[in-house]
């Protein structure tokens, strides 16, 4: 089975956004560690909205001067030993400051579709353009909506085909999630390994010029939510993610329903998830053995419980499954761009 490991190369959107050296840089170099150790190239959908704005307030701030450095050091570097950078866009940036030594985060537009065609065309265009500078293989074709926002996709459809961007990551099999910033709804995503799309991504079409690789999914118990709440209270340092700041709050009816009700969520590296990492690929070898099993997680959301966890996944599996990148798949014709 084909292995995909995506990272979202961001800070947090909550009030505290974490900083650049720890919860994007430091956290990466920690997955770094494990991933030189076995030779694993991932794919990392880099915030590119986020160093754009490093690069506009770097003048008058230095300490965004270094961090601005961090960060375009560290993705050359990926990029170089080739690791696949790749667009993820969150269009909050343009809406929010740097004032008072702060990132002052609006969330008011975080959806891309929240915003006007011809910004999302700007939005699309400059940011590819923006992430091609650190990218040796310059091959910008793939997108995750932030958040997992991706919907409605027609209003975003056309900026990313004049874009030469086709590829989408961003659906997984259930999802759902809607709040005062957020909305994503894949109830009615389709059950197959890949498929080509149109107008929305959960609605195949053979003849679409977009193909959708979903990220993996996993069916959870609320039982899994408890402990992870429980977890977050026993305070153990096992569990204590990487990153130093904090995510946008979910609504109360949400964390309820993770509570009450089973629901399916992202196979995922991050945390207390990276629990059931092996669970989850084995189910996918037996149920959808053609699918690609496409993993994410957030180097800020890591543990070292996560990262152990994830280590004893890659010792046990990587003799007979491959890690790939989305580049690699393109380059050896597992995935083809449509006509
Ligand atoms: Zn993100």
């Excluded at 920690?30 to 003048?59: E, H, Y």
């Excluded at 560290?74 to 696949?84: A, R, T, V």
């Excluded at 609504?251 to 989850?280: C, H, M």
Aim: aromatic content about 14%; proline content about 4%.
């Amino acid at each position: 089975m084909n292995i995909v490991l995506t990272l979202d190369y961001e800070l947090y959107f909550g009030s505290e956004t974490g900083s650049v050296s720890t919860s994007i840089v430091g956290a990466t170099e920690k997955l770094l560690s494990v991933l030189d150790k076995f030779d694993i190239q991932a794919v990392f959908f880099v915030d590119v909205g986020f160093v754009k704005r490093l690069a506009d307030f770097k003048s008058d701030n230095p300490e965004l001067q270094k961090d601005y450095e961090l960060i375009t050091d560290q993705l050359k570097k990926l990029s170089e030993s080739g690791h696949d950078l790749q667009l993820h866009i969150h269009p909050h940036w343009e809406d929010s400051v740097y004032e008072n030594g702060k990132w002052n985060i609006d969330a008011g537009r975080y959806r891309l579709a929240d915003w006007s065609e011809n910004k999302i065309r700007e939005i699309v265009a400059s940011y590819k353009k923006f992430l091609e500078r650190f990218s040796v293989t310059n091959n910008v074709f793939v997108f995750r909506a932030g958040g997992w926002c991706i919907q409605p996709f027609e209003k975003i459809k056309s900026a990313l085909k004049e874009n030469g961007v086709w590829l989408d990551s961003t659906v997984y099999q259930g999802g759902y999630q809607e709040d005062e910033a957020r909305y994503f709804d894949f109830r009615g995503a389709p059950t197959q390994a890949k498929w080509n799309f149109e107008d929305d991504p959960l609605d195949p079409d053979k003849s679409g010029s977009f193909v959708e690789i979903p990220i993996s999914s996993y069916k959870v118990s609320p039982f899994f939510y408890w402990k992870l709440a429980f977890t977050k209270l026993l305070d153990n340092p096992k569990h204590k993610t990487f990153g130093d700041g904090g995510p946008l709050p979910a609504s109360k009816k949400w964390i309820l329903q993770k509570l009450l009700l089973p629901s399916n969520t992202v196979v995922s590296i991050d945390g207390y998830k990276a629990s059931f990492l092996e669970r989850a690929f084995d189910l996918y070898q037996t149920d959808k053995p053609d699918a690609d099993f496409v993993i994410i997680g957030h180097p800020k959301a890591l543990t070292e419980y996560s990262l152990q966890k994830f280590e004893e996944f890659v010792a046990k599996y990587e003799g007979q499954h491959q890690f790939h990148t989305f580049d690699g798949l393109l380059e050896e014709g597992s995935i083809e761009k449509p006509e």
